[in-house]
């Protein structure tokens, strides 16, 4: 059968072969560049931040006086806090008798329970 063949037909034969074995090794590299793109991306996501934390404040008899701490993202803190260190949540919680919020639980993310 393939002395039916001129030479000029078995060129292109093999060529035609050889741009099929092309255009699959070029969607392998597509493919293999993408989960390579994929993966930097999510190497770059940042991990979330650690939660911060806030002291909530009251005001009776003309006077603020510290409430409770909460989480940074707490939505239960009120309109009058401020921004506290891990350090100062912990002694607020541990060594001044302020209280954890019920509801976003500051001692549970601070490890005191």
Known sequence: MSENFTR?????IVREWQAYQLGRTDRTIAELEEQQAAAARAARVLPPPAPGWKLSMLRTGGRAHADAVHTDDCGMSGKQTQPMTREQALRALTEDGIEACPFCRPDRDLGVL
């Open 8 to 12: 000029l037909d078995r060129l292109r």
